[in-house]
């Protein structure tokens, strides 16, 4: 992605060829951050406090951090207990266990002295295969939304309804149910995107409008409750989520919320589609119930963060002193409401048949 005309990836090697730099999504899009990591207790921590999130780039967090853990201590103990830590940092998305499985499989059964250079070498593995996945996705999404433009009156806009970000932020670069969006953009499609806030973190209002303002995608800010209204209104075409985790049924785990976004698409006959790369996809688990859900701190849901006329940067209590809150952080939106699944093979059914289909199976 690109601000203000330089490059960015989300995640990327040092100059001094070890540590890791990464840009901290908890400063945005208020300011644009780069923070150093030097040592598997800086990538845990990037992990669990979301200066890194999404499900693709929290692996390839992971994946570096199993690298500076190695760095500090090569043998098989250190290994286990990196991957013990890093796997503990965020329970629902299963690309970090996909990540963490990859490199110590790497790693494993090589002997100490050459586990340092191999782990690196996977992680920019993991990282390059993200990236040409995600333009991948983009480039089957993208053509679901030009044969849906070219069922439009000339001039007019494809809406596309988002949840969260599932965009650059949410990967290595380019996205997941944002790359299809750039595709039709970058394509001269014209799209108007819905960027719902997402509550309690407002991923979308902060992180998902700050990405496609960079890009020069039109779009609207709205509040989490407007989806259904919009679809009713008849301002949708389409909508399109990312995932944090997919069952080998076609089940799907996503930011809270999108199981609602799912029922009124469905009552409104918006196609509703979910882009997600094969490292998302869980082949052990069939039910979607089954997805562990992370519950956060309820002080996401009592404070709200945000820039104030000072220009500082400030959280404020909104709700009534002493109430309680409950933040579950994702939700399970059941197979028969998805219309499909956008992968980088290909688009198919949310269905055991059409994924172990286009997969050949479970690995």
């Known amino acids: 992605m690109n601000i203000a005309g330089k490059a960015y990836r989300t995640i990327w090697l040092g100059d001094d060829g070890w540590s890791i730099g990464i840009i901290d999504q908890t400063r945005l899009p208020h300011a644009l951050v780069v923070a150093t990591l030097t040592s598997l207790e800086d990538a845990a921590r990037a992990i669990r406090t979301m200066q890194v999130r999404g499900a693709p780039l929290i692996g390839a967090a992971a994946a570096y951090g199993v690298c500076l853990a190695l760095r500090q201590d090569d043998s098989d103990a250190a290994l286990d207990a990196a991957v013990a830590l890093l796997a503990r940092q965020r329970p629902t998305a299963i690309n970090l266990r996909w990540a963490l499985d990859a490199i110590a499989a790497t790693v494993r059964r090589l002997p100490p002295a050459a586990r340092v250079a191999a782990a690196y070498r996977r992680a920019a593995e993991i990282c390059d295969a993200d990236v040409a996945g995600n333009y991948a996705i983009g480039r089957h999404g993208g053509r679901l939304i030009a044969e849906i433009a070219a069922r439009k009156r000339p001039g007019e806009a494809v809406n596309v309804l988002t949840h969260c970000n599932a965009g650059w932020l949410a990967t290595v670069d380019r996205g997941t149910a944002l790359a299809p969006i750039y595709e039709a953009h970058d ?51 389409v909508c399109i989520v990312g995932a944090d985790r997919v069952t080998s049924h076609g089940d799907v785990a996503n930011k809270i919320g999108t199981y609602l976004k799912a029922l009124a698409a469905q009552d409104n006959g918006v196609p509703f589609y979910v882009a997600c790369p094969h490292s998302t996809i869980d082949w052990t688990l069939a039910a979607g119930d089954d997805i562990p859900i992370e519950e956060r701190s309820a002080d996401e849901v009592l404070t709200v963060s945000g820039r104030a006329s000072s220009g500082d940067l400030v959280a404020v209590a909104i709700a009534a002193p002493g109430s309680p809150a409950r933040n579950d952080a994702f939700d399970v939106t059941p197979s028969r409401l998805v219309t499909a699944l956008i992968t980088e093979r290909g688009v198919c059914r949310a269905s055991a048949e059409d994924l172990a289909a286009l997969y050949g199976g479970p690995p």
Do not use: S, Y
């Open 187 to 237: 394509a001269g499609t014209r799209v108007h995107v819905w960027a719902d806030e997402t509550r309690p973190r407002n991923q979308g209002a902060a992180l998902t409008a700050f990405e496609l303002g960079a890009h020069g995608v039109p779009h609207t800010i709205i509040v989490d409750n407007a989806g259904g209204h919009l679809m009713r209104q008849g301002l949708v075409d």
